[in-house]
């Protein structure tokens, strides 16, 4: 019995262990399997993450549709759905029109100005002698800027695809939306939960389209004050430079330096005059700076309440698995994945690592934005 008792403790620790390697190996597994169809699946799942968040954004505007009457004549709510996806569906086919126009634009001027390029950021640093600057040309000219744009205009080329898959995503999820309430209910069987699970998500909702509102209206602002300043400096392309930075402002940090980079490289190749380039460069990294520290946190309040450093491996992480398309969601995903940390106990403390002051949102929170949806659906 004593030599029975001696092993029994060790057997329930080798199995103990061996439990938490099989458990850490399938974890392990799983990640991998998930990030594969993720990069594999890619094209499919960024339009249905873009289907997703244009067809929440759209739920309030299909409320206020259906709430309208002509004399007797209301509108029921399938009429609704359609007006809403007619107009989403042009609005859609109209912005990415636009945006191939500019983008094509500028993909074509910079494949002229391709060549001129590397001369002209190496001459930005004769100052520091010719040795230097020779060294940068040097390096530059083996970089194929030319290869590049060519396949940015090819991965432009899928715009229209998408968008037509985004419109087809949107409409099923219109005519699903009726049946959510009862789906949602079936599934869990407990009255209480499905409950609980509409407000997380009404607060995702809620979350998510109060940060493309204000990131919305900021790049908007931003986008115009870079096109009025680049047409005070006669570059000849202040529209699409200004089209593009309210476009690259929707990603995080580095979208705004891309911007500013991108506005002083068109000035100084256009112009060849390193007065203008400074003056451009200092001009537009002041409002970049200030619309993104000062008017967009004050816009921002607390509605997210998302780490700076979180932000910053989210983008790191969905650009490396989606690519630009990644870098535009990465935000809204995190969003989605702390709302859901905040409320599943297990995951609590990891959403305690995402949110910037270390206070996710809790259950009081959960409930005043569940009651301030119900009241606005009301009115």
């Not at 699946?41 to 339009?47: D, E, P, V």
């Not at 001129?116 to 040309?137: C, H, K, N, T, Y």
């Not at 929707?250 to 002083?264: E, F, K, Q, R």
């Not at 990294?285 to 200030?290: E, P, T, V």
């Amino acid at each position: 019995m004593a030599a029975g008792d001696n092993r029994q403790p060790g057997l329930l620790g080798e199995t103990e262990n061996y439990a938490r390697v099989r458990t850490t190996a399938l974890v392990i597994i799983a990640f991998a399997v998930v990030l594969f169809l993720l990069v594999q699946a890619r094209f499919i799942l960024i339009s249905l993450a873009v289907a997703i968040i244009l067809f929440s954004l759209t739920s309030d505007v299909i409320r206020l549709i259906a709430r309208q009457r002509i004399g007797r004549f209301g509108f029921p709510n399938w009429l609704a759905s359609i007006i809403a996806l007619v107009l989403i569906s042009a609005a859609l086919l109209v912005l990415s029109s636009i945006l191939l126009a500019q983008l094509n634009t500028v993909l074509f001027t910079a494949l002229s100005y391709a060549e001129r390029a590397p001369e002209a950021v190496a001459s930005l640093f004769a100052w520091m002698g010719e040795d230097v600057e020779q060294s940068i040309l040097n390096s530059l000219s083996s970089v194929q800027i030319s290869g590049y744009v060519r396949t940015v205009a090819g991965q432009a080329g899928n715009l229209m695809q998408g968008t037509v898959l985004v419109i087809l995503f949107v409409g099923f999820l219109f005519a699903e939306r009726i049946w959510f309430d009862t789906k949602m209910l079936n599934f869990f069987g407990d009255e209480a939960q499905a409950a609980r699970v509409n407000k997380i998500i009404t607060s995702i909702i809620h979350r998510v389209n109060y940060y493309l509102l204000v990131k919305t209206v900021v790049s908007l602002i931003t986008g115009a004050m870079i096109y009025v300043v680049a047409r005070f400096f006669g570059i000849e392309l202040a529209l699409a430079v200004g089209i593009l930075t309210f476009i690259l402002n929707y990603i995080p940090n580095i979208g705004s330096i891309v911007a500013t980079g991108m506005v002083a490289l068109v000035g100084y190749v256009e112009t060849g005059e390193a007065q203008t380039t400074a003056a451009l460069f200092l001009i537009c990294g002041a409002i970049q700076f200030l619309n993104g520290n000062v008017i967009d946190p004050w816009m921002m309040g607390r509605a997210l309440r998302l780490s700076s450093f979180g932000i910053i491996i989210s983008l790191a992480f969905w650009g490396a698995v989606w690519g630009i398309p990644g870098m535009f969601l990465s935000v809204p995903i995190m969003v989605m994945f702390m709302v859901v940390c905040s409320h599943v106990p297990e995951l609590r403390k990891l959403a305690v690592l995402l949110s910037r002051e270390g206070l996710p949102e809790d259950e009081r929170e959960l409930d005043r934005i569940g009651e301030e949806i119900e009241n606005r659906k009301a009115s």
